[in-house]
């Protein structure tokens, strides 16, 4: 064990210093903890015999922010027990004893984490059978309802650090899979059928002397029957959707890329079919098959991409609970029933206690508090609410338990408006068509004509070859290698990019990341923290020093759920002071300050004195007694580590900063000149910087917006590009192209590099198929082909692209 | 090569059969998470059991 000072806790890495930290020993080894929670999960696990998972895991849990002291399940668990509600979280299954449900899991970060979490629930009486998906982080468990429960299972997963929420699976849900498994399908029999085909199609490229006319007439009829499948079945939404662009091309005066994609595949089949009956040529049927089998590929992966992006409505329902506290009857007595939000009816009167979030809309009675607005309005401090005033769906409540009377629910609050305009932004987002897209449409178009009209110019010539270098002009020319230069690119430095810390959700980014001309930074979660950090005590009275100071203030502060109660309670724990022991109970006046005796501890109004004169601070709070003022205790707002990386970099490349927020403006203005950045906004509502960014764009600006709030959510929108910091809400998610996985913003100082590389690579790659073409279609013009030669290049120049793409990887 | 008479009905037959395999793969899931069965299986522990 290290003997040093500081010691790291074993289950969230946290320092601490030595003589405050919890000691246990778990298997004869004895280990440091930061608090009591980590302490539990610990022990849990030991207790099971899973401790293989701290050697395993590849990243540190974060430190859990439920406490897990009590062995009972929290009320706000239970009521998913409510049978209102099992029929939307559970399924039967075939066994009538057991039911199947879906949990939504958070904080699953490596595979020892699925590991940890399947064996945990394993364990626990009533479960069947668990299995966890990695990759949509959910989990499927079927388990006795007569031995246990929903709320158990969720408490058992909250039990050893991990959060989970049940699911409901929606038609959209549902539909999405069918989609995946449906494109699926066909790429697996587009990918046999080329297989097999090129199989068969070996023995006329070696040309051995064996190969006697009926075996080769076996041969290809044996081809021309396993590119039916291809064509038939694999082909069918290339040609729908070709169809589809034909028959409406008069109102919309546009052909979509199926069209060439669909007339190449259509008249190839159609010769190679002919060519097979006369058996006059080569039929091609393999680079038929191939080409489709890619094409369906890129696809695929297009599709898995853009099926991870939310949208706003599905987000939204993420981001409130699903259960609320109501009054049975709120005028006569204060039984309280849980039931699901969609049951709220208007004027219900429902019961918020500290530290959840308000699911709806509405007005205080009886009580004041508290709110945290931060994640919709963007200001950082927590604000005030008294009897009568509205408060938000989606804030947090801090203080006191309050009394809501429901005014709005669902899509028709302050949220779900922000949410509708984050699905407006998207809908109205330009699709945008990559460059190179572009020129591989207009490559297939110029194809198409070539073939045409040298299989028309041998029409004059030689009539019986017409047929042959036509299609020889449409295969031989390498398809594969174009369709292939941009997707490979695309998923190696996606992988790459993920490594980093950055998901990307819309395939677009890596290109537009080289583009970018402005990038707007939100304030409050993005550049800081939006926790407040005690920096300095000042005014300090002579019979007091630091400690003592903090002593006191910490002892009052105990129990408090405010963030500067928080900032106080964490600098008396990382200083390790140990807090007195007050003569009298704390009286909590709201908005005001803490009274305890004669100590009070508030804002400067409270203790009646002018507030310390510093610009940018989060915030100030003052001790006194009889005697007058102690001590003023000075916060700072945290800032999130890599910004500085970030800003070099854009400053390198030339990139103009703003830093816009719902904050007010003295704050941002002075975090702006803590960073150097000249353009500055503050006080902005979320349409505020939807309308600045639609400003920006006007003036011809490439926007990269980075956020995490709600507020920031129609920001992220409707920014040409845009990425969510990771721990924010589902809405921004929802509205970003890429998700920062990662705490600090230094890993995208090097994605930029890494989408100067992607663009590099594919503008090689594209410069490659062209030069190949340049080569190969004259040739075929010609007649001149010969398909032996056409196979060895077409596979030579695919692979060259593939392995060009894999030096992504690397970065 | 007569054999072939034989073999490419053969492999015709196979490749039916592959198919029928990859839809069954498909349509249980065996595509849903390729992810984390590959991390499971250096997970399991198969150190022997103590106590």
Known sequence: MSTSQQNHCYHCNTVTEDDSCLKQDLGGVSYNFCCSGCLAIALTIHSEGLDMFYARRSQVNSKPSIDLLNNAIPDRLLAYNDSSLSHRFLRSTDDTQLFETTLRLEKIRCAACVWLCEQHLLKQKGVKSIHINYVTQKAKVIFNPQITNLAQLIFEIERIGYEAWPYESSLSADNAKKERRNLLNRVGVAALGMMQVMMYAWPSYVKTGDLTPEFSLLLNWTSWLLTLPVILYSSKPIFQSAWHSVRFFANSRQLNMDVPIALALGLSFITGTISTILQNGPSYFDSLTMFVAFVLLARYFELLARQDALSGAEALAKQLPAICEKYINYSQDSKTKSIPVVQCQLDDVIRVSPGE??????????????????????????????????????????????NIVVQAMGQSTRIGGIASLLDQALSTKPFLLSKSEKWAGYFVIFLILAALFSSGFWLFVDSSRAWTVLVAVLVASCPCALSLAIPTALTASQGTAAQMGLLIVRGHMMESLTKVSDLILDKTGTITLGKPKLIEIVNLRQDYSFETALAVASAMEDGQTHPLANAILEAQQYRNIKPIILSNPVINEIGKGLQSGHFRLGNSKFIGIEPVAKEGLYGQVHLADEEGLIASFIFLDESRPGVNDLLSQCSQKGITVHLISGDDTNTVKWWATQYKIDHYRGSFTPEDKYNYVQDLQNEGRFVLAIGDGINDAPLLASANVSIAVGSGAPLAKAGADGILTTYSLAPLAKIFKLADKTQSIIRLNLLWAFIYNVIAIPVAMMGWINPWIAGI????????????????RKV | MESLYILIPLSLLLII???????WAIKNDQFEDLKGPGDAILMDDDSPKHQ
């Open chain 1, 793 to 808: 290049g077409m596979s030579l120049s695919s692979l060259l692209v593939t392995l060009n793409a894999w030096r992504l």
């Open chain 1, 357 to 402: 979030i308000i699911p709806v809309d509405g007005t205080l009675i009886n009580s004041s508090s508290a709110v945290d607005e931060s994640l919709l309005s963007g200001e950082s401090k927590p604000i005030n609410k008294y009897v009568g005033d509205l408060v938000y769906a989606g804030s947090y409540n801090q203080q006191n338990p309050i």
């Open chain 2, 17 to 23: 059969f592959i198919a029928w395999i990859l839809h």
